[in-house]
């Protein structure tokens, strides 16, 4: 009878053991394979175009949300203080997924080459202008500024819903096509007021 036991273990033990080697060749198989496949899966997703997309939106979404808190203490007209609490409110929260996004790549949060003034970026000089400015004054400066920055926003991401691959990317790529550019819409209608 122990013999004919240890016979049944023998095949059990082989087969035990099988099953967990067989987690290290394919995902899914025990508790460390499947927490691997999902960590990677969105990795699998992207491409270059799409590392670039998050890597230049996180420091141009800071400096808006930087704007934007100046506005919050500057600004005279209520519609563009309110405008300025739109814009930091929707781009806090885009900064933290880019920058997950990049972290799960294994990429830097910062583009290589850094940024560009093409992509709206505005001047150290430009910021100290604006910091310098109250009121009426203010509005002005910080609408055409912050049409031009939300203009450079837009091309970026319209080069990712072109180009990207990530969906979640291509996603927030179309909400920020949308939101920007009807935001460029107000901006232009309040600039466009009698002072």
């Known amino acids: 009878m122990k013999h004919a036991c240890s016979l049944l273990l023998v095949p059990v033990a082989a087969l035990t053991l099988a099953a967990?080697?067989?987690?290290?060749?394919?995902?899914?198989?025990?508790?460390s394979?499947?927490?691997?496949?999902?960590?990677?899966?969105?990795?699998?997703?992207?491409?270059?175009?799409?590392v670039m997309f998050a890597q230049m939106m996180i420091p141009h979404h800071r400096q808006a949300i930087t704007m934007a808190r100046q506005?919050?203490?500057?600004?005279?007209?209520?519609?563009?203080?309110?405008?300025?609490g739109q814009i930091e409110r929707a781009q806090?929260?885009?900064?933290?997924?880019?920058?997950?996004?990049?972290?799960?790549?294994?990429?830097?949060?910062?583009?290589?080459?850094?940024?560009?003034?093409g992509d709206g970026m505005m001047s150290?000089?430009?910021?100290?202008?604006?910091?310098?400015?109250?009121?009426?004054?203010?509005?002005?400066?910080?609408?055409?500024?912050?049409?031009?920055?939300h203009?450079?926003?837009?091309?970026?991401?319209?080069?990712?819903?072109?180009?990207?691959?990530?969906?979640?990317a291509k996603a927030m790529a179309n909400n920020i096509v949308t939101s920007q550019s009807a935001e460029i819409t107000t901006m232009r209608r309040l600039l466009a007021r009698p002072v």
């Open 151 to 168: 203009q450079g926003a837009v091309t970026m991401a319209e080069a990712e819903r072109a180009q990207g691959s990530f969906a979640a």
């Open 92 to 117: 806090g929260p885009e900064i933290r997924q880019l920058t997950g996004w990049l972290r799960t790549w294994g990429a830097p949060t910062s583009p290589a080459g850094g940024m560009h003034m």
């Open 71 to 84: 506005a919050a203490t500057k600004a005279s007209s209520p519609e563009v203080r309110r405008l300025a």
């Open 33 to 50: 394979g499947h927490d691997m496949a999902a960590s990677s899966a969105p990795a699998g997703d992207h491409g270059a175009q799409d």
């Open 124 to 149: 150290g000089q430009d910021m100290k202008k604006l910091d310098g400015l109250s009121g009426r004054s203010f509005d002005k400066a910080f609408l055409r500024m912050m049409i031009e920055h």
């Open 20 to 31: 967990c080697g067989g987690g290290d060749k394919g995902p899914g198989h025990d508790m």
